[in-house]
């Protein structure tokens, strides 16, 4: 069993940056890629960006490229996301995902994942 525990989230100013930190446990935690979606109330998952473990790749959804960045640290088990010029529309609970090296379809699709985070919410005032 692998267990995500995100932290990091609060209120910021629009313009303002956040640090998100997920840190990831289990005896067999060995993931392909690691990922962060957010959803806001009454809207799906929404794909923010995904790293691949081993090799580090990153991928990133258009709304966010160039104010997100997706780190991670793999000695700690931590998965990262640094965010900035923050904006009220990024208002949202925040979720990191882990996928498997099994699991199929595009790493932007929450079915990719096999577990999640309960998540941290991150509120952004104007």
């Known amino acids: 069993q692998v267990q995500l525990v995100e932290s990091g989230g609060g209120l910021v100013r629009a313009g303002g940056s956040l640090r998100l930190s997920c840190a990831a446990s289990?005896?067999?935690?060995?993931?392909?890629?690691m990922g962060w979606f957010r959803q806001a109330p009454g809207k799906e998952r929404e794909f923010l960006a995904a790293?691949?473990?081993?090799?580090?790749?990153?991928y990133y959804a258009d709304s966010v490229k160039g104010r997100f960045t997706i780190s991670r640290d793999n000695a700690k088990n931590t998965v990262y996301l640094q965010m900035n010029n923050l904006k009220p529309e990024d208002m949202a609970p925040y979720y990191c995902?882990?996928?498997?090296?099994?699991?199929?379809?595009?790493?932007?699709?929450?079915?990719?994942?096999?577990?999640w985070g309960q998540g941290t919410q991150v509120t952004v005032s104007s």
């Open positions: 995902a882990a996928a498997g090296r099994t699991s199929i379809g595009p790493y932007s699709s929450p079915r990719r994942y096999d577990y």
């Open positions: 289990g005896r067999t935690f060995s993931p392909y890629i």
């Open positions: 790293v691949n473990w081993s090799g580090g790749m990153t």
